[in-house]
């Protein structure tokens, strides 16, 4: 079984994969907003303490470098890791932009030391359809961005424009006994251009999508998502934060559950090829 846990986290990622070659990956984290709604949010990290107990992690994923993509990493680092999937990019900070911030110098120290490693965690940077029986062809994992023309672009473009690193974001698409979810990270625009003309639309198609950039709607690419056509999607967002969901409850066939009502959700991917019920923390 394929347990997959869409972490409650408010306007920012992290999902827990435990998968049935018993490699656990975690893709994203964000505790910065944990301590603003410690009654709905849920902390990304005592979670895992209490659900994988002893456990490490085969690989750890960060979509890409924005702050609510890794804060808590720091405090991640005191379990092993053995895998951390990076991006390249020129992404810098200087001291002042942490006066005032909801986020924590630890956090981007911890992660560019983990760009530089090479054991527990090595830093592996791949792109578009690589594989590996080392780190995820048995688990049924494709990479469907970045692109070198994605790292291209995202290097090219103004520290103003507010997709410059969103342009290379990992899109991961997960399969397990016939059933595919789509984790969007934050895909730009452009991202998904990139995939449909690469791929072709049958890449896309997928049960379940994670919605990319929190449901934004500067993230939206109509052919791409129509190719997705996804019984379910699901949203992991804050309350008080109204993206396009109208856009999304047309695109769902079913249903869209967002963290923000339905907190954090597991969904369990037997081998028979059922996943239904969905796990829900509580009911909107």
């Avoid at 120290?109 to 760009?115: N, S, T, W």
Wanted: hydrophobic content about 35%; glycine content about 4%.
């Amino acid at each position: 079984m394929l347990v997959i846990h869409f972490i409650n986290v408010g306007k920012g990622n992290c999902t827990i994969i435990d998968f049935p070659s018993g490699n656990l990956s975690m893709i994203d984290i964000d505790d910065s907003r944990i301590a603003d709604d410690e009654t709905s949010l849920t902390d990304p990290i005592e979670y895992f303490k209490t659900n994988f107990k002893n456990r490490s992690l085969f690989r750890f994923v960060l979509t890409h470098p924005d702050m609510d993509h890794m804060s808590g990493l720091d405090e991640m680092a005191k379990v092993t890791i053995s895998n951390f999937w990076d991006t390249e990019h020129n992404k810098t900070f200087d001291d002042d932009d942490w006066d005032h911030s909801p986020y924590k110098r630890e956090d981007w120290d911890r992660y560019l030391q983990f760009r530089g490693s090479t054991a527990n965690p090595k830093c592996l940077r791949l792109y578009r359809d690589m594989t590996s029986d080392c780190c995820w062809t048995q688990d049924s994992v494709r990479i469907l961005s970045p692109s070198p023309a994605l790292v291209r672009l995202s290097d090219g473009a103004s520290e103003d424009d507010s997709q410059k690193y969103n342009h290379l974001s990992y899109v991961l698409m997960v399969q397990h006994a016939g059933v595919k979810v789509l984790l969007g990270g934050d895909a730009s625009v452009e991202t998904w251009e990139d995939i449909l003309t690469a791929c072709g639309k049958d890449s896309l198609k997928a049960n379940i999508l994670l919605a990319p950039h929190h449901g934004s709607k500067n993230n939206i690419h109509e052919n791409a998502f129509k190719a997705i056509a996804p019984d379910y999607v699901i949203v992991s967002v804050a309350e008080g934060v109204d993206y396009d969901y109208p856009y999304y409850n047309d695109l769902a066939k079913k249903k869209v559950l967002s963290t923000k009502h339905y907190g954090t959700m597991q969904v369990n991917i037997k081998d028979d090829g059922t996943y239904l019920p969905i796990n829900v923390e509580r009911n909107a």
